[in-house]
């Protein structure tokens, strides 16, 4: 089904040509069931995220309709502020329009070394995770958002690790009879890249969600609440095949040269081109949460 974007938004050119549907909210009748989706996009490199996030939500039976958000007093440095004023909203101009959200996404952010304090936007962050909690019927934290999600509404805390968690990690499916891993593998690959982590026992010391998925080397990748109103990531799943090749690239150029991306690079050779592994499930598991788990309810209104 097709997502519904603005016209003028870059992403939505990127994805056209990739042969996914795009279309205008007219197209539709008040009468015909739709997702909404709002994304706080909280990634530095805005518009290749968008594409990424874009392409999994159109795994959807249903049409989504998409809202990006921004927070109110966080100002990005990395999005010209003619993109951000142009298709980004604050969650309070979004509500004072009308809009109303079934889903929500929370992405990462290169802010792992710090205290939650210490990010500029965290009391904001807060109030958007309260209010998501009560209006959306799931919400689905990625990254640095999955740790942040999970101490502010489980008490676990982060972690912050000495060599950054980042490459391809296989993974084990622990749980098959969640709606969000229906017809997952026993086994798959998910790429991870970041410096904070949560305790296993801290999660299975805490009650009310269960550990679906993950690794002996990168962690617990996938974890949720009973009725999957919270989906905790701490992966970057939605990455494309080139975004851990331009993180390391970035890297060394900063004079970081210990973030090597772990069984990335065929050989572990950076002039090999790396290989796309971990699509299919990215997108089984986009399309299992829209479906399972949101689309239940729209269509119920």
Aim: proline share 6%.
């Amino acid at each position: 089904m097709p997502l519904i974007l603005p016209e003028a938004l870059p992403a939505r050119h990127i994805l056209e040509a990739e042969g996914i549907f795009c279309a205008e909210k007219n197209m539709f009748s008040q009468a015909c069931p739709r997702i909404s989706v709002g994304i706080l996009n909280l990634m530095p490199t805005k518009e290749a995220t968008e594409a990424q996030l874009l392409r999994l939500l159109s795994a959807s039976a249903l049409p989504v309709e998409v809202t990006f958000l921004k927070m109110g007093s966080h100002v990005t440095k990395n999005a010209s502020a003619e993109h951000m004023s142009r298709f980004y909203v604050t969650l309070e101009q979004a509500l004072s329009s009308g809009k109303h959200f079934d889903g929500m996404v929370i992405t990462g952010a290169p802010v792992e070394k710090l205290d939650y304090p210490q990010v500029d936007y965290w009391n904001e962050l807060k109030e958007f995770i309260f209010w998501s909690n009560l209006h959306a019927r799931s919400t689905f934290y990625i990254c640095w958002a999955a740790l942040a999600g999970l101490f502010v509404n489980h008490g676990i805390e982060k972690v912050v690790l000495s060599n950054k968690i980042v490459g391809l990690f296989p993974h084990e499916t622990f749980i098959k009879s969640s709606p969000l891993t229906i017809s997952f593998d026993d086994r798959f690959i998910a790429p991870h890249s970041r410096f904070g982590t949560v305790r296993e026992e801290d999660l299975l010391a805490a009650p009310g969600f269960d550990i679906l998925a993950g690794s002996d080397r990168a962690g617990s990748l996938l974890i949720a609440t009973k009725e999957c109103r919270q989906v905790y990531v701490t992966g970057h799943m939605e990455y494309d095949l080139d975004t851990l090749k331009n993180e390391y690239i970035r890297d060394l150029k900063k004079g970081i040269n210990d973030t090597f991306p772990i069984d990335y690079f065929p050989d572990n050779d950076p002039d090999n081109p790396p290989r796309l592994i971990w699509r299919s499930h990215a997108s089984l598991l986009w399309r299992n949460w829209l479906d399972r788990v949101i689309a239940p309810s729209v269509v119920k209104k």
